[in-house]
T-cell receptor, first 112, second 116 residues
Framework: QKEVEQNSGPLSVPEGAIASLNCTYS??????FFWYRQYSGKSPELIMF????GDKEDGRFTAQLNKASQYVSLLIRDSQPSDSATYLC????????????FGAGTQVVVTP | DGGITQSPKYLFRKEGQNVTLSCEQN?????MYWYRQDPGQGLRLIYY???????QKGDIAEGYSVSREKKESFPLTVTSAQKNPTAFYLC???????????????FGDGTRLSIL
């Protein structure tokens, strides 16, 4: 079982709609969760991070964490063509000081 | 402008050659990391360093070496022992953990390494 799993997509989303991305993780002791956006050929850039159960909003992005069910999700509201990218979920492990495990990413395609 | 600078952007390696990828940060971050990304895959950790003069192997350290002589710098050498070095190499840095929580890692622009 992979430590961090994401649906590879592509997830096709009409412009203006909500994109919903999911990420599950295997280590029940994980405490820190990150979402990165990666455009084709570029390096990842941080979108959001979340530590506590519940929702965290930043502009059009909302991260949702449920530690009991071991999943973290990312919602992108009012999706724009510029949101077309691969979204990487990253999670720390209990015994992994500073280290993150990355999922393989979900490709999002926003269609005009 | 604070950030992480990786050089070169593109690098070609000949058979049997060692090559060194540069990573410099001016964010005053304590921790630095090297990742490898292959097409369609996530990031895999090669080496990481929490403080100067100390570093640990990640998940795929074989065929790679690093040094951390200065807080700002964490160069990665891809040795001839790495038989499949073609990949996108990413350097990242982060502040120290705050209690039990990891701080976000920030990435440089990456180096693309290919075999000649």
């Amino acid at each position: 079982q992979k430590e961090v799993e994401q649906n590879s997509g592509p997830l096709s989303v009409p412009e203006g709609a909500i994109a919903s991305l999911n990420c599950t993780y295997s280590d029940r002791g994980s405490q820190s969760f990150f979402w990165y956006r990666q455009y084709s050929g570029k390096s990842p850039e941080l979108i959001m991070f979340i530590y506590s159960n519940g929702d965290k909003e930043d502009g059009r992005f909302t991260a949702q964490l449920n530690k009991a069910s071991q999943y973290v999700s990312l919602l992108i509201r009012d999706s724009q063509p510029s949101d077309s990218a691969t979204y990487l979920c990253a999670v720390n492990g209990r015994d992994s000081w500073g280290k993150l495990q990355f999922g393989a990413g979900t490709q999002v395609v926003v269609t005009p | 402008d604070g950030g992480i600078t990786q050089s070169p952007k593109y690098l070609f390696r000949k058979e049997g050659q060692n090559v060194t990828l540069s990573c410099e940060q001016n964010l005053n971050h304590d921790a630095m990391y090297w990742y490898r990304q292959d097409p369609g895959q996530g990031l895999r950790l090669i080496y990481y360093s929490q403080i100067v003069n100390d570093f640990q192997k990640g998940d795929i350290a074989e065929g790679y070496s690093v040094s951390r002589e200065k807080k700002e710098s964490f160069p990665l050498t891809v040795t001839s022992a790495q038989k499949n070095p073609t990949a996108f190499y990413l350097c990242a840095s982060s502040p120290m953990m705050t209690g039990r929580y990891n701080q976000p890692q920030h990435f440089g622009d990456g180096t693309r390494l290919s075999i000649l």
